[in-house]
């Protein structure tokens, strides 16, 4: 039975990205979660951060020697596009995708040193 993945929301990808990031996820008042910058910003996951905030994710990112060992070229060049030329929208959505990939490489890992 194949199972249908639900597209995560901004605020379910926005939560991923902080936690990547080392940030710690808070709920206000109203149900909203957000995350402190170490500069004292704000972010508000329900909404998409800024182009800012995404750029120091994709710098992150960029450094993983995961991503430059096992991403297939052709892919990373395409999340490098994304990055470059989306909207704000398709470069959360590429960096939440990679930021996936590396946990699904750094948890196999940590199953074969288990092994040992």
């Not at 929301?9 to 909203?32: F, H, R, W």
């Not at 909404?47 to 994710?57: A, F, G, K, R």
Request: charged residues 20%; negative net charge.
């Amino acid at each position: 039975m194949k199972q249908n993945k639900e597209t995560p929301t901004i605020a379910e990808m926005s939560e991923v990205v902080a936690k990547y990031m080392g940030l710690e996820i808070s709920k206000n008042m109203y149900g909203d979660t957000y995350s402190e910058l170490h500069n004292g910003d704000t972010i508000f996951h329900r909404h998409i951060p800024s182009c800012y905030w995404l750029h120091e994710v994709w710098e992150k990112v960029r450094e993983e020697e995961e991503i430059e060992k096992s991403l297939p070229t052709h892919l990373f060049t395409i999340i490098t596009a994304r990055f470059l030329y989306g909207t704000p929208f398709e470069i959360l959505t590429a960096l939440y995708n990679c930021i996936i990939f590396i946990n699904q490489l750094k948890q196999q890992a940590n199953g074969k040193h288990s092994n040992i």
